[in-house]
C-alpha cells in the first residue's frame, strides 16, 4: 500500500463568526491527482491555503511524506519545511511585472532555495521549457496573454519540484480560448506523475485527469471518490444540484 504524500486531518477554520471550514479531511498518494469542487464561498481557496499557511487553520494537522505538523501550532521552521515542499499556482498568476518571465522563475529559486544563480537559471529555462515557453525567457509578463501568465506561474511552481503542487482555479481568470493551453500543461504534468491538488470549475478536465474529486460545500466534504462516482453517478443531492448549475447540458 502506498502512503499518503499528503494527509489534511479535520481541517477547521473560522474568520470572525463564520465557519468556512467545518473538518475537512483529505488524502493524496504520490502521482496522484486530486481535484476539489464546490460552489463559490464554499471553502475551497481557504482550504488550500490552509495547507501552505497562506491562511492559519484553527484546528487539524497536515502530514507530508510521514511527518505531521499540527496546523494552529506550526512553529516557523515547520511551515518553512512545508513551503519548501510545496508550491502553489494562483488564480491571478501573482508574478512580479517588473520582472522578466525568466526571473520570475528563478527568484523563488535564488531567494527562497538558495540556489547559485547559474544553476537556478538552467532550471528555470527547463521549467519555461516545458510550459512551452522557451521563446518568451526575457520578455515582461504584461506582454504575455493570459495564458502564457500562467504558464509561467505553473513553470515557476515546477521549477521547485515540490512533493505537490496546488493549484487555486488556475483557469477561472482567463478567457474562455485560453484555458485549454493551461489544462493541456496540466494534463502533462498529471501524465509525468506529478501529485497535485486542484480547485477547480472544470469539469471534463477533472473527469479526464483526477484520481479522487471533492465535493465541499459550506466546509464540509459531501461526497468524494473517482470521477465517474462523483460526476457521473453522484449520490447527494447537493452534488446533483452543483453540477447542474454548472453544466448546462447535465441531467441526473
Ligand atoms: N481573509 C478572510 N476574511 C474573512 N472572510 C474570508 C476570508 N477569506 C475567505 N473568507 C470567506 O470565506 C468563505 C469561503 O471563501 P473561499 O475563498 O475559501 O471560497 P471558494 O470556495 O474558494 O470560492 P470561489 O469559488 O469563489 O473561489 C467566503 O464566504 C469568504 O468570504
Ligand atoms: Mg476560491
New binding site residues.
Given amino acids: 500500500m502506498t502512503t499518503p504524500m499528503l494527509t489534511l486531518s479535520n481541517v477547521y477554520k473560522k474568520?470572525?463568526d463564520?465557519e468556512?471550514l467545518k473538518g475537512i479531511d483529505l488524502e493524496i498518494k504520490k502521482g496522484e491527482v486530486v481535484v476539489v469542487i464546490?460552489p463559490?464561498?464554499?471553502?475551497?481557496?481557504?482550504l488550500l491555503r490552509c495547507v501552505n499557511f497562506l491562511v492559519r487553520a484553527d484546528r487539524g494537522a497536515l502530514t507530508l511524506n510521514g511527518e505531521r505538523v499540527d496546523l494552529p501550532s506550526a512553529s516557523k521552521m515547520e511551515i518553512l519545511k512545508v513551503r519548501r515542499r510545496t508550491a502553489f499556482v494562483f488564480q491571478n498568476y501573482n508574478l512580479f511585472y517588473n520582472k522578466t518571465v525568466l526571473q520570475n522563475v528563478t527568484l523563488g529559486l535564488v531567494c527562497g532555495r538558495k540556489m547559485p544563480g547559474p544553476d537556478a537559471e538552467r532550471v528555470a529555462r527547463d521549467a519555461l521549457s516545458r510550459v512551452g515557453l522557451s521563446d518568451k525567457f526575457h520578455v515582461y509578463p504584461k506582454t504575455l496573454s493570459g495564458g502564457q501568465q500562467q504558464r509561467v506561474g505553473i513553470a515557476r511552481a515546477i521549477a521547485l519540484s515540490p512533493d505537490v503542487i496546488i493549484f487555486d482555479?488556475p483557469t477561472s481568470a482567463l478567457d474562455p480560448e485560453l484555458v485549454g493551453e493551461v489544462l493541456n500543461i496540466m494534463r502533462m504534468l498529471a501524465a509525468d506523475g506529478t501529485t497535485m491538488l486542484i480547485?477547480t470549475h472544470e469539469i471534463s478536465f477533472a473527469k479526464d485527469v483526477a484520481s479522487k474529486v471533492l465535493f465541499i460545500d459550506r466546509g464540509v466534504v459531501i461526497e468524494e471518490g473517482t470521477p465517474n462516482e462523483v460526476l457521473t453517478l453522484p449520490k447527494e443531492e447537493r452534488t446533483k444540484q452543483f453540477l447542474r448549475r454548472i453544466l448546462p447540458d447535465y441531467s441526473i
Fill in positions: 474568520f470572525g463564520n468556512i464546490g463559490s464561498g464554499s471553502g475551497k481557496t481557504t482555479e480547485a
